[in-house]
């Protein structure tokens, strides 16, 4: 093979292994495949998560655990029960930076 061929092929391969790569992360890499529910029981409520968009995921997600070991749940962002968690977070976090 000339060098001519071996330069074609070698940007062949390297085309090929990065080109993927790119396609994959198109998509993101979030926890919440759908919207998720509206509304979780707050007595049913052991953590709260608040994801905010970064590189992986260009979506908020609200992602509730819940006691006796009932698994993990994803609360719509835009629903009523999960704004007022997500200001209630906002709240902490602010209320923690002023007493530092």
Request: aromatic share 4%; hydrophobic share 45%.
């Amino acid at each position: 093979m000339n060098r001519t061929g071996m330069a074609v092929a070698l940007a062949m391969i390297i085309w090929a292994t990065t080109v993927p790569g790119f396609v994959m992360f198109k998509g993101g890499r979030c926890l919440c495949i759908d919207r998720g529910v509206k509304v979780v029981k707050m007595a049913a409520i052991k953590e709260v998560s608040v994801i905010y968009p970064s590189n992986g995921c260009d979506k908020v997600e609200v992602i509730v655990t819940l006691k006796a070991h009932k698994g993990q749940r994803c609360l719509d962002p835009t629903s009523k029960q999960a704004r007022l968690i997500m200001q209630t977070i906002q709240k902490k976090n602010f209320l923690r930076r002023q007493n530092m």
